[in-house]
């Protein structure tokens, strides 16, 4: 009874046995890490994903337009994980769910020329980590036949691909979050959540692109009925180069800047 016991502790607890000093650190870097589902399927799949998300030290939850009872079958699968699911946050929308967060990185298995800064968990996990001081990262994954959809990816700055065999790619969207978050949790061991740059915000950086794109049109640079097309990729361009606040700031200046002179000349 006493083992059954041991086993049924959180794992942060765990941690603070094994490894004293460090475990705290270790934890509060993780907690900030969210793990995101886009329009999940089946309740059982967000129960597995609790189960994982809590063997790998993760726990903050948020679900994008969920299944309306995730109750039954997810609390059955989280299997000790309920407390995740019951403190999970419920969006409308991916842009509702990533306020907040610093970095957006997003899962694909379907790779483009039009898709960019994709790299695998283990590389990804390794420069996550030390961000995570002031920094909170959502990591996303979509609904389980398609994943995720255009403009939820435009939200992501970066992408994680799992490689998997071409016989067979496709993950369960459980196997797949336990993929990251491993990568996740072990990459936590060795390396310390640093002071990281001071990141803008997803709610900044939106702001930002909308702005880019009012610019852009009106310079006629983008096809109007296709602004899309070019966005997308300023979308990834920028993503790679992940401004801080203040450098946002200086390109929202040179966009006001260009705004002003165009409305000059066609004065």
Do not use: W
């Not at 589902?37 to 993760?58: E, Q, S």
């Not at 994709?118 to 036949?145: H, K, N, S, T, Y």
């Not at 990816?153 to 992408?159: G, I, N, S, V």
């Amino acid at each position: 009874m006493a083992g059954r016991a041991v086993l049924l502790l959180p794992l942060r607890l765990l941690h603070l046995s094994r490894y004293n000093g460090q475990t705290m650190q270790t934890a509060s870097a993780l907690d900030n890490i969210s793990i995101v589902l886009v329009r999940t399927k089946t309740p059982g799949n967000i129960g597995a994903v609790a189960r994982c998300m809590m063997n790998m030290g993760l726990s903050r939850l948020i679900l994008v337009r969920p299944p309306r009872d995730i109750g039954g079958d997810a609390l059955k699968l989280a299997a000790g994980a309920e407390t995740i699911i019951e403190s999970a946050r419920t969006c409308a929308t991916l842009r509702e769910a990533i306020e907040g967060h610093h970095l957006v990185i997003g899962t694909s298995r379907h790779r483009s020329r039009l898709r960019k800064n994709i790299r695998d968990p283990r590389i990804a996990a390794r420069d996550i980590v030390p961000l995570l001081g002031p920094a909170r990262v959502a990591v996303v994954f979509g609904p389980e036949v398609n994943g995720l959809e255009r403009d939820d990816l435009a939200l992501c700055q970066e992408l994680i691909a799992i490689p998997s065999s071409d016989d067979f790619p496709s993950l369960n969207l459980s196997h797949a979050v336990m993929v990251v978050a491993y990568e996740l949790f072990v990459a936590s061991q060795s390396t310390d959540a640093g002071p990281g740059p001071d990141l803008a915000d997803a709610a900044d950086r939106e702001r930002f692109f909308d702005h880019l794109q009012l610019t852009l049109a009106s310079i006629n640079f983008l096809d109007r009925d296709h602004p899309e097309r070019i966005m997308y990729s300023l979308r990834q361009l920028f993503g790679r180069a992940r401004p801080d606040r203040r450098e946002l700031s200086i390109l929202r200046g040179i966009l006001t800047a260009i705004d002003r002179r165009d409305r000059g000349s066609r004065r």
